[in-house]
């Protein structure tokens, strides 16, 4: 009688492998999400960069002097897509702050920070304002979201 044999992977070589694929994964995945998160914060100041310029073309096109006071207005004028003028974009909201004043002497600006803040899916790990001045700020504190020009100056600026 002829003996059949069997070839395969025996239980411990299975084993040993889902051991080495679950320790390379561990060492992966925090770093996938600390790239994905550095990118959100790229983007976001990248964004705001973008509402600044409208701001500016706004006023001196169709604002007669005055800034826009939402991103719908930017949205409306074609000076943003329609995903930064929907206020969300790459996990971070963005808003327009109140403005004061028209013609160059005017307080404007604009903010972002991350719509998940905290935990393993945070979108990012800081706030960021621009105003007038055209100044890119950044606060790695999210305990407050800046929404006044005091606040926007109160922040670092950040290196070009």
């Known amino acids: 009688m002829k003996n059949k044999r069997?070839?395969?992977?025996?239980?411990?070589?299975?084993?040993?492998?889902?051991?080495?694929?679950?320790?390379?994964?561990?060492?992966?995945?925090p770093?996938?999400?600390a790239t994905?998160?550095?990118?959100?914060?790229g983007s976001a100041e990248s964004s705001l960069r973008t509402i600044?310029?409208?701001?500016?073309?706004y006023q001196?096109?169709?604002?007669?002097?005055a800034f826009a006071g939402s991103l719908a207005q930017l949205r409306g004028q074609t000076l943003t897509d329609s995903v930064l003028g929907?206020?969300?974009?790459?996990g971070y909201n963005f808003e327009?702050?109140?403005?004061?004043?028209?013609?160059?002497?005017?307080?404007?600006?604009?903010?972002a920070y991350p719509t998940i803040p905290t935990g393993i899916q945070a979108t990012g790990?800081?706030?960021f304002g621009m105003n007038e001045d055209g100044v890119l700020h950044g606060e790695p504190d999210l305990t407050t979201v800046p929404n006044t020009r005091n606040l926007i100056n109160g922040l670092p600026a950040l290196g070009n």
């Open 52 to 57: 600044h310029s409208a701001q500016v073309v």
């Open 6 to 29: 069997q070839d395969g992977f025996s239980l411990i070589e299975l084993l040993i492998v889902v051991a080495i694929i679950g320790i390379l994964a561990a060492i992966a995945i």
């Open 31 to 33: 770093n996938l999400l």
């Open 86 to 90: 929907s206020g969300t974009k790459s």
């Open 125 to 127: 790990t800081r706030t």
């Open 96 to 111: 327009i702050v109140e403005q004061a004043g028209v013609s160059e002497t005017a307080v404007y600006g604009c903010y």
């Open 36 to 41: 994905r998160r550095a990118a959100n914060e």
């Open 60 to 65: 001196n096109t169709m604002g007669g002097g």
